[in-house]
């Protein structure tokens, strides 16, 4: 079946540092969304990518699909400590599949 | 909107006992999806419905059972709880495979 891992599974950094997680999919992926859980908390939907090396922004965050649809990433630019938490990435593997599969998501954490 | 609503917040269960975990949506969302969390891991889809009379088998079916008579509610049900079905469970709903809305979780103990 379907998988999909990230690197790395942890990452501490210094308070103002960039953080980058990155999403591989063994399968093709129709689009790839990413997801931030703050701990205690739920999934919470940040952003979906469609097409090809889409490459899209949100202030200080980046997100990036590949060109061969199977693998993402997400850049963090000056981390602060509202970024703390596990991001995970997700996609469907092909158009019209209702399931998503999760990554193993990266749990950032933030040092002052 | 209320989104996506669960209950229980919180439960703990005895072994052997059985319990029916609630979750409606007030978006009209065609999909629905529960899934579980394990301390510290990623989600594992259980079951999935894609409207209502329609249920399908996610990666972890073992040891649950789900119905969807509305487009509203998709209760999951816990027969014989075990140990190992102690996690923290998620319900989510979508229109067809794009962006996700999650419940605020049901943190069940088995024990």
């Known amino acids: 079946g379907q998988q999909v891992m990230q690197i790395p599974q942890y990452q501490h950094v210094q308070e103002g540092e960039d953080f980058t997680t990155y999403c591989n999919s063994s399968?093709?992926?129709?689009?790839i969304q990413w997801y931030k859980q703050r701990p205690g908390g739920h999934p919470v939907f940040l952003i979906q990518?469609?097409?090809?090396?889409e490459v899209k922004k949100q202030k200080r965050l980046t997100f990036q699909f590949g060109e061969a649809k199977k693998n993402s990433s997400l850049h963090i630019t000056a981390t602060q400590t509202t970024d703390v938490g596990t991001y995970f990435c997700?996609?469907?593997?092909?158009?019209?599949?209702?399931?998503?599969?999760f990554g193993t998501g990266t749990r950032l954490t933030i040092i002052p | 909107n209320a989104g996506v609503t669960q209950t229980p917040k919180f439960r703990i269960l005895k072994i052997g006992q059985s319990m029916t975990l609630q979750c409606a949506q007030d978006?009209?969302?065609?999909?629905m999806y529960w899934y579980r969390q394990d301390p510290g891991m990623g989600l594992k889809l259980i079951y999935y419905?894609?409207?209502?009379?329609?249920?399908d088998k996610g990666e972890v079916p073992n040891g649950y059972n789900v119905s969807r008579s509305t487009t509203e509610d998709f209760p999951l049900r816990l027969e014989l709880a075990a140990p190992s079905q102690t996690s923290v469970y998620f319900c989510?709903?979508?229109?067809?495979?794009?962006?996700?809305?999650f419940g605020p979780g049901t943190r069940l103990t088995v024990t």
């Open positions: 978006m009209n969302h065609n999909y």
């Open positions: 399968t093709t992926l129709s689009n």
């Open positions: 989510a709903s979508s229109y067809s495979n794009n962006q996700q809305y």
């Open positions: 997700a996609g469907p593997p092909n158009f019209g599949n209702e399931k998503l599969t």
């Open positions: 990518l469609v097409k090809s090396g």
């Open positions: 419905s894609v409207g209502a009379g329609i249920t």
